[in-house]
């Protein structure tokens, strides 16, 4: 099962976006050059067949947008998160009112616990769950047990140990078709034995983070062996400018919630 997508929420960066969080230390964004990615981006997801909600930037909230850690959208009901970093609490409360003009089920979590949505990675009826330095692990059991709810099954991956994975999906995307991306630097624990693993070479793990939307993929661009391998495997790559958004620790599935 593939899942398609008709519609998603974004928001644009702000004239505050080089002052939000920065833990690689990627040197300060552009914010003129961010903009022409964001929109670059938007016009992708719009070929894609999406009907866009973009959100005006917020000034408060540097990072807000990065809009994916701020909820989970599933088939069967809206979640929104709680952060992990105490400055971008506030982001949640106007994603879920974005969210709940679409959604008739809109669930929360409960303080204090906390999950980024970039650490929560749905494959099929499966939702791996990272438990990160932003996403508790009370955090994450108390998504799996929503989760489970639902009707899911969920796996939790803890990767706090990690130095060079944020959130899980820093490393990990799924593909569908059973197919998951994967980078070097998941804990040889975790139990991925159900999937098929594309691996990106040294050098290009940023490509790890894609985004499977409907018939295609976008990818970062500059990862020519990576592009080339998805196409190898009959995808349709899509590159896209990340510099700026990179700078800022984000990724391409940060940028947008897809449902």
């Known amino acids: 099962m593939t899942i398609r997508f008709s519609r998603a929420i974004l928001r644009r960066p702000g004239p505050t976006f080089a002052e939000g969080l920065n833990v690689v230390g990627g040197g300060g964004p552009d914010l003129a050059r961010a903009l022409v990615q964001h929109q670059a981006y938007e016009r992708a997801l719009e070929a894609c067949g999406l009907v866009l909600t973009v959100l005006a930037a917020d000034d408060h909230y540097p990072d807000g947008t990065f809009v994916e850690d701020t909820a989970v959208l599933t088939q069967r009901a809206a979640i929104v998160t709680r952060p992990g970093a105490p400055s971008r609490l506030g982001e949640a409360e106007s994603i879920e009112r ?5 959604y008739p089920t809109v ?4 303080a204090p616990s906390t999950v980024d949505g970039g650490d929560v990675c749905q494959c099929d009826d499966l939702f791996l769950i990272g438990v990160s330095q932003r996403t508790s692990e009370a955090g994450a059991n ?17 990767i706090r140990a990690s130095r060079t994975l944020l959130h899980l999906k820093t490393g990990l995307s799924y593909l569908g078709e059973g197919r998951l991306v994967v980078a070097g630097d998941l804990p040889p624990e975790a139990n991925l034995s159900e999937f098929e693993r594309v691996a990106v070479d ?9 985004v499977r939307v409907n018939d295609r993929v976008l990818v970062a661009a500059g990862f020519p062996r990576f592009a080339e391998r998805l196409s190898s495997l009959g995808y349709d790559p899509l590159p896209l400018e990340m510099s700026e958004f990179r700078k800022m620790d984000g990724g391409l599935s940060c940028l947008s919630l897809r449902f």
């Open 98 to 102: 974005a969210v709940d003009g679409f």
């Open 107 to 110: 669930l929360r979590l409960n």
């Open 202 to 210: 040294k050098g290009e793990g940023y490509a790890a983070n894609c």
């Open 142 to 158: 108390e998504l799996a047990g929503i989760l489970k709810d639902l009707g899911y099954r969920a796996m939790l991956i803890d």
